[in-house]
């Protein structure tokens, strides 16, 4: 079945460090691609999305591209700062109505200043 | 903007309760999920429903129900709540299509 492979964390990394966060997939057919973000004691919210192959999701200086060749949505930004540390989620959605959405283990960021 | 709307933060529920956690959603979507969020694990789904009166089951549904009586509202039931149940619980709506879903604000459930 589908599903989503998401790098372990917890990640910690400098102010102004380069990030990435891998995530690959296994789906039939066409889905999109998501990463989520969940800030301390908040919901979850999309940061981004793409809907087909080579594109490419972008917010708040993060970005992903729909890699289909490698099955990949890897979560890059070039400069973090404190205030994204929060847990990230990679996740897919398939189906052309009645559509399931599922998700990665989550990976928690943590930036020190 | 879109409001998904649980009817409590905390919950606290003894072995062996029937619990009912609820969840609404105003933008008249059609499909709608429940989540359980536990460390390490990620979210996985227990339920999905994509139209009134219709539920299919997710990765993990032993042990739940689901009820969709109003487009609206989607109901999750622990028929005899256990501890191994004891979890944060997320409820999501989304649109027909290959599109994002929405989310509430979680119910953490205690079961002692």
């Known amino acids: 079945g589908n599903s989503v492979t998401q790098m372990e964390g917890p990640v910690t990394l400098s102010e102004e460090a380069f990030l990435t966060i891998n995530c690959t997939y296994t789906?039939?057919?066409?889905?999109?691609l998501f990463w989520y973000v969940q800030y301390p004691g908040e919901g979850l919210q999309l940061l981004l999305k793409a809907t087909k192959a080579d594109d490419k999701g972008s917010n708040k200086g993060f970005e992903a591209t729909y890699r289909k060749e490698t099955t990949s949505f890897h979560l890059e930004k070039g400069s973090v700062q404190v205030s994204d540390s929060a847990v990230y989620f990679c996740a897919l959605s398939w189906g052309s109505s009645a559509s399931k959405i599922i998700f990665g283990s989550g990976t928690r960021l943590s930036i020190r200043p | 903007d879109v409001k998904v709307t649980q009817s409590s933060r905390y919950l606290v529920k003894r072995t062996g309760e029937k619990v009912f956690l609820e969840c609404v959603q105003d933008m008249d979507h059609e499909n709608m999920f429940w989540y359980r969020q536990d460390p390490g694990l990620g979210l996985r789904l227990i339920y999905f429903s994509y139209d009134v009166k219709m539920k299919e089951k997710g990765d993990i549904p032993e042990g739940y129900s689901v009820s969709r009586e109003k487009k609206e509202r989607f109901s999750l039931i622990l028929e005899s709540a256990s501890t191994n149940q004891t979890s944060m619980y997320l409820c999501?709506?989304?649109?027909?299509?290959?599109?994002?879903?929405?989310f509430g604000q979680g119910t953490r459930l205690t079961v002692v």
């Open positions: 789906a039939t057919g066409y889905p999109s």
């Open positions: 999501a709506s989304s649109p027909p299509g290959n599109t994002e879903a929405f």
